[in-house]
């Protein structure tokens, strides 16, 4: 190539994956869904130190990229399973957060009519087979959504996200071994938060890499920064194409970080401040939104726009389940069996 | 047993085994979303022939060996049920479900629930149970009663060849997981079975054999062996009622309490631990219903000992219920000397 004269030589173009791959249109919902996820996030939280939500919850403030991104080129019979701290995933693959907050608020209109709440949200009719309260739980469920794929000769592809914690469950090493003997069409998205609640990646595993596991059975591994819109979308996206061609399943490990504790009784007592400023000062949103503005894609007063819309849309989510029914005690065997109603 | 009544005519004689491998052929021929998996079920035909040569009629990607890999295989089925197929997952013995329980207890029982009634998984497992069979501790349980605790499992132990088909075509036709216990003892009994589809309810127990004075309740092996004690009992005069439940969850309550309010005297026999077991769950529904008025003598249940399985021939047979054992219960709550 150094031979070429530059005249006869294609323009480079230099430009990241996604700004290249996706319509403007696409890559502005995707920060759309960014923000939305961020506010809702946010909203949830202010609404359990309110009292209006019990329990407790799994924040992903900071992994926002990972989420979306990983979505993608996913469409509405693409199927993904997800974790404990699942509620950017559901975002992200078109959950209404209206219904979102209905279920967190316990209500009769939530996705789960009230008796999953956050840990167990999911959205059958987009895809999302669901959040899970076992850690490593999604990863079997997962493949056995791809195997109904290959058997019914469906094009669709799991995306089965999951954390760092998740990598030393028996049910990991089995999900795998079985999607790449099956080759199956299935993504194993692993977000690497760093923290198994307070267990470091450095102290619960013993390979530097978690995609250093895709090895062990067959597969593509690879690692990204989990920060970056655009290379989680490159490195997703070419797992999602390759299911879908029937090349078998992939392993893509996003490197990030939640800026919030593990759950709601988290004291941070494990990590320090600076290490949580430096995470917090790699935003990926803003990253993503300097990005889309620096190659024309949106307007400094498009961007502005796209996140006040997000916080008009996580307000009226919240008013919506306040404003909805709680479910009828004398319902509480109600869904264990079909047509117990 | 309605249907059952209905195609007696073509009857022929089948092991238990071979009930259930017609079973599954029935319904995957008409259904294509159903599948089988399992460990060495293929060209090898399951640890005890069960699948036998359905490879051979189904090919490989309907008879699925999967790795050794329980807890996996069990959610990979969950998954495919969650989606759209109907797989039947064979543990190669129901022991080894205890390294699936998480996908079983707490993700295929409660999906439904916990997503409000909007997913449904209609998996079957398959769960060769029970001793006898010389494989001592950790390949002899009877663990049904675990499973049926559960909310959202529903939980069936067929004790014959002609109830194994009907209840495996029935669990195939329920939305919800069902988990099938099949004592090994059982695999090889024959039977009369009704050719073509038939379903025998799930939730409906069976009065195996009138009688005015005592009601046994036994299911799986032990129906066999209360029969076999009735009999003997019969020579002295003393009528037996045997209900074998066939189902544990749901439980069928009605057919147990009108027993129970005819005879007035229950004995509960299972093979599974007694402590915390089906018998305390059946005898304290008793004791909780207007049947409890009728009892003429102390409820008594038999059950296997507090052990586990050994593997010595005369101490297997010591830990669970036998016949003598049986028989002998009965005659104590007949005199009163209980």
């Known amino acids: ?232 979308a490159e490195a997703v996206g070419t797992a999602v194409a390759r299911a879908r061609a029937g090349e078998g399943p ?34 990926p949103i803003a990253r993503f939104e300097r990005e889309l503005i620096a190659h024309g894609i949106l307007t400094e007063a498009e961007a502005e726009g796209i996140a006040a819309q997000a916080v008009a849309e996580v307000e009226a989510g919240i008013a919506f389940a306040k404003d909805s029914p709680a479910p009828d005690v004398t319902d509480v065997t109600r869904y264990v069996y079909a047509g117990a109603a | 047993m309605n249907a059952v009544a209905e195609v007696d005519a073509g009857s022929r004689v089948l092991s238990y085994a071979e009930a259930i491998r017609e079973a599954m052929a029935l319904a995957m021929e008409a259904d294509p979303t159903v ?87 209609p998996v079957v497992f398959r769960m060769p149970a029970g001793s006898g069979t010389g494989a001592a501790a950790q390949h002899s349980q009877s663990l049904e009663a675990w499973f049926a605790h559960v909310p959202g499992l529903k939980v069936i132990q067929p004790s014959t060849p002609a109830d194994a088909k009907g209840m495996l075509l029935a669990a195939l036709a329920d939305p919800d997981p069902v988990l099938m216990f099949e004592h090994k003892l059982l695999y090889k009994m024959r039977g009369e079975v009704p050719p073509g589809h038939y379903t025998v309810p799930i939730g409906k127990a069976e009065v195996v054999r009138t009688g005015r004075d005592i009601t046994i309740v036994a299911g799986a092996i032990m129906r066999h062996r209360a029969v076999e004690a009735a009999e003997r009992l019969a020579a002295d005069g003393i009528e037996v009622e045997v209900i074998d439940p066939r189902s544990l969850r749901p439980l069928d309550r009605d057919t147990i309490l009108g027993s129970v309010r005819k005879t007035g005297r229950l004995v509960v026999v299972h093979e599974g631990v ?41 101490l297997e047979r010591a830990a669970v219920p036998q016949t003598d054992g049986i028989e002998a219960a009965v005659r104590a709550v007949m005199a009163r000397a209980v």
């Not at chain 2, 409890?292 to 593997?311: H, M, N, Q, S, T």
């Open chain 1, 1 to 232: 190539m150094s031979q070429m004269s530059p005249d006869i030589t294609p323009a480079a173009d230099n430009r990241p994956h996604a700004i290249r791959a996706y319509a403007p249109e696409v890559l502005r919902d995707a920060l759309r869904k960014m923000h939305l996820i961020r506010r809702f996030e946010e909203g949830a939280e202010d609404s359990y130190m309110r009292g209006l939500i019990h329990g407790t919850m799994h924040l992903s403030i900071g992994q926002e990229a990972s989420a979306v991104a990983s979505c993608l080129d996913l469409g509405p019979s693409d199927k993904i399973t997800s974790t404990h701290r699942g509620h950017g995933h559901c975002i992200a693959k078109g959950a209404d957060v209206g219904r979102m907050f209905a279920e967190f608020f316990g209500k009769e209109t939530g996705y789960c009519r009230g008796r999953g709440g956050s840990m167990h949200i999911a959205d059958i009719a987009t895809g999302n087979l669901g959040a899970n309260g076992i850690v490593g739980g999604g990863l079997p469920i997962a493949v056995g959504a791809a195997l109904t794929a290959k058997r019914l000769g469906r094009p669709d592809v799991t995306v089965c996200f999951f954390g760092d914690g998740a990598n030393n469950e028996g049910a990991f090493h089995e999900a795998l071994n079985m999607a790449a003997i099956w080759r199956l069409p299935v993504v194993f998205v692993c977000e690497n938060n760093q923290y198994g609640m307070s267990t470091s990646v450095a102290r619960s595993t013993a390979v530097p890499r978690i995609s250093d596991r895709a090895a062990a059975y067959s597969m593509p591994g690879v690692t990204v920064d989990g920060n970056d819109f655009s290379a989680v």
């Open chain 1, 250 to 283: 992939s392993l893509v490990e996003n490197l990030t970080y939640r800026w919030r504790g593990h759950s709601k009784s988290d004291r941070n007592r494990y990590r320090t401040k600076d290490e949580i400023e430096g995470w917090m000062a790699r935003d």
């Open chain 2, 35 to 121: 599948i089988l998996m399992g460990e060495d079920i293929g060209v090898y035909g399951g640890a005890f022939q069960v699948t036998g040569d359905l490879i051979d009629r189904f090919g490989p990607d309907r008879v699925m060996d999967t790795p050794i890999s329980e807890l996996g295989g069990a959610g990979v089925a969950v998954g495919a049920a969650l989606t759209g197929l109907k797989p039947i997952f064979e543990f190669q013995f129901s022991d080894f479900a205890t390294l699936a329980m998480e996908q079983i207890v707490n993700q295929a029982a409660k999906l439904r629930y916990m997503l409000g009634g909007e997913a449904s998984v």
């Open chain 2, 274 to 314: 007694k402590s915390f077991g089906v018998g305390a769950e059946i005898s304290a529904m008793v004791a909780e219903s207007d049947a409890f008025d009728f009892l003429d003598a102390p409820i008594v249940r038999l059950g296997g000992a507090e052990a586990p399985i050994p593997y010595n021939p005369d």
